[in-house]
T-cell receptor, first 113, second 117 residues
Framework: GAGVSQSPSNKVTEKGKDVELRCDPISGHTALYWYRQSLGQGLEFLIYFQGNSAPDKSGLPSDRFSAERTGGSVSTLTIQRTQQEDSAVYLC???????????FGPGTRLTVT | AQTVTQSQPEMSVQEAETVTLSCTYDTSENNYYLFWYKQPPSRQMILVIRQEAYKQQNATENRFSVNFQKAAKSFSLKISDSQLGDTAMYFCAFMNLFSGNTGKLIFGQGTTLQVKP
């Protein structure tokens, strides 16, 4: 079946602009995660969704970052007023239930110029 | 807080030979999962193998096996009969299973493995 998909694959934006990154999880997966992969920080957790609720937002680095999930499916990660330090690969993962194997999408490479 | 450490930033191995990637972790919890993920240049993270902490038997998946030493908090990955397609970055990851946990993964820094022909 179809895996986790993310769009766009690559995004270049100017400092100060807002960006939206999209994640389509595997159908039927109730848990959804966003991670960020950067040279300086490695792979770090951002936010977890169970259905449409986000019980763990502890990894969001600032209030410029927000995310939502609708219909228990698609999720959007929004970064407002982007900064150069936001440049990274943003990975989305989904799992059938919480505390189970996570399946990752191909990521969105964000470059802030 | 849990931490995961991969002390080998880069490794190389000849095709068809065996290589072992190291991972140590720190936790005060007793129930958890450990994973190895592979990330080839395509960026797609692929699950290689999973180990449940309550299981004494080491997990195996075809050419991939782990050496799980719970007391030592060590979780190494052995790749047998290495193939060119195994060239990738490998991440060790920890998932806590205590009640109310969100299932978030805590990753090590990664080990870049190159398989040479």
């Amino acid at each position: 079946g179809a895996g986790v998909s993310q769009s766009p694959s690559n995004k270049v934006t100017e400092k100060g602009k807002d960006v939206e990154l999209r994640c389509d999880p595997i159908s039927g997966h109730t848990a959804l995660y966003w991670y960020r992969q950067s040279l300086g920080q490695g792979l770090e957790f951002l936010i977890y969704f169970q259905g449409n609720s986000a019980p763990d937002k502890s990894g969001l680095p600032s209030d410029r970052f927000s995310a939502e999930r609708t219909g228990g499916s698609v999720s959007t990660l929004t970064i407002q007023r982007t900064q150069q330090e936001d440049s990274a690969v943003y990975l989305c993962a989904s799992s059938l239930v919480t505390v189970y194997e996570q399946y990752f999408g191909p990521g969105t490479r964000l470059t802030v110029t | 807080a849990q931490t995961v450490t991969q002390s080998q930033p880069e490794m190389s191995v000849q095709e068809a030979e065996t290589v072992t990637l190291s991972c140590t972790y720190d936790t005060s919890e007793n129930n958890y999962y450990l994973f190895w993920y592979k990330q080839p240049p395509s960026r797609q993270m692929i699950l290689v193998i999973r180990q449940e902490a309550y299981k004494q038997q080491n997990a195996t998946e075809n050419r991939f096996s782990v050496n799980f030493q719970k007391a030592a908090k060590s979780f190494s990955l052995k790749i047998s009969d290495s193939q060119l397609g195994d060239t990738a970055m490998y991440f060790c990851a920890f998932m806590n299973l205590f009640s109310g946990n969100t299932g978030k993964l805590i990753f090590g820094q990664g080990t870049t493995l190159q398989v040479k022909p």
